[in-house]
């Protein structure tokens, strides 16, 4: 049975699969349901792939859903904490739906795992920028760059082991994203957040100063995308 599950992937999802360079062995990290994988097996992007959790309900959903499409052959639950009981024959890590200090911390403790393979693809929840320099400091190169809209805001990052040195402005606003068809939409919605937080804020508060100099920053940003956008005649 042959369930097209490119088309139940979420918005999010489906730029995640689309970033997977193929072919691939892949770590799906925190697989839950196991979508992406059995995607990417389906297409033939994936040769052979491991669903990873550290829980054992999400695995035995994800177990489920493998069964369903008759992919237990090719497809392996693997509980884990990150990456440390895959195997070390991947090519690609997928680690999607957490807080940039889970990514990074997944990524710390079997961190030459990570430098072996060819892809990493990572979303994160939160603090984009700290993730990105973070995978700076650490002998990463990202190499490609997503934004999707899906109720939330997420920006998606692939990434391989090299070396790379980021502007701050790269850090906070990413590499290839300023070209991107939601990137005027997303940052004018950051900086309205930001505006009405400052609002509620007293100049003396702690983090006042630092928020200020956050709004200028987007505020110049979107002046020089808007720039390259629409050039002066």
């Known amino acids: 049975m042959l369930i097209n599950l490119k088309m139940k992937l979420s918005k999010r999802l489906k730029a995640i699969y689309d970033m997977v360079n193929s072919p691939c062995i892949l770590a799906d990290i925190g697989c839950d349901h196991a979508m992406l994988p059995i995607a990417l097996m389906q297409s033939g992007k994936c040769e052979k ?5 550290i829980h054992i309900g999400p695995l035995q959903r994800g177990a489920k859903a493998i069964k369903e499409v008759h992919l237990e052959d090719r497809i392996h639950t693997v509980l884990s904490d990150g990456l440390q009981n895959v195997a070390d024959d991947i090519t690609c890590i997928t680690i ?3 807080g940039w200090e889970s990514i990074t911390s997944i990524l710390a403790q079997d961190i030459e795992k990570a430098h072996h393979c060819t892809q990493l693809v990572l979303q994160s929840n939160n603090h984009v920028d700290d993730l990105r320099r973070w995978l700076n400091e650490h002998h990463f190169v990202i190499d490609g760059e997503d934004l999707v809209h899906e109720q939330h805001y997420y920006q998606i990052l692939s990434v391989h082991s090299g070396e790379q040195t980021l502007t701050e402005d790269e850090i906070l606003f990413g590499v290839f994203l300023d070209q991107h068809p939601l990137f ?3 940052w004018m919605y950051v900086l309205e957040k930001k505006e009405n937080i400052l ?6 508060h702690v983090g006042y100063a630092d928020l200020k100099q956050d709004i200028q920053r987007i505020k110049n940003k ?3 995308s808007k720039k390259s956008v629409f050039p002066a005649k």
């Open 49 to 53: 792939a491991y669903a990873c959790d």
């Open 222 to 224: 979107l002046a020089q």
């Open 184 to 186: 005027t939409e997303y």
């Open 96 to 98: 999607a739906g957490m």
């Open 199 to 204: 609002k509620q804020l007293q100049p003396h």
